[in-house]
Nanobody, 123 residues
């Protein structure tokens, strides 16, 4: 599976974006999907995950209630709706895939990564 993330941009605090990650190759529904982010000078961190078949999802505490992960297996795409953005959400956002027999989301063990999309939130 190859992953292509898009949808990042520059937005004011309080604004919203919808990130997309399109997958090609492989059987998309065999993969748990996740979003991670990495801010300058910081380690990459888990943001959200979704199981092979929605609606099983998981979120980092810092984004609960503001971000929503979803997937459309027919379109081979996973989304991250990011609302109420804060300057501390500024980072490169990466989508990732993990082959899984489970229906549950995962925070670790991802081995396929997209190229990242930049989200910058101005105060």
């Amino acid at each position: 599976v190859q992953l292509q993330a898009s949808g990042g941009g520059l937005v004011q605090a309080g604004g919203s974006l919808r990130l997309s990650c399109a997958a090609s190759g492989g059987t998309f529904s065999n993969y748990a999907m996740g979003w991670f982010r990495q801010a300058p000078g910081k380690e990459r961190e888990f943001v959200a995950g979704i199981g092979r078949h929605a609606p099983s999802t998981d979120y980092a505490d810092s984004v609960k209630g503001r971000f929503t992960i979803s997937r459309d297996n027919a379109k081979r795409t996973v989304y991250l709706q990011v609302n109420s953005l804060k300057p501390e959400d500024t980072a490169v956002y990466y989508c990732a895939a993990k082959f899984s027999f489970s229906s549950f989301p995962a925070k670790t063990g991802y081995d396929l990564w997209g190229q990242g999309t930049q989200v910058t939130v101005s105060s």
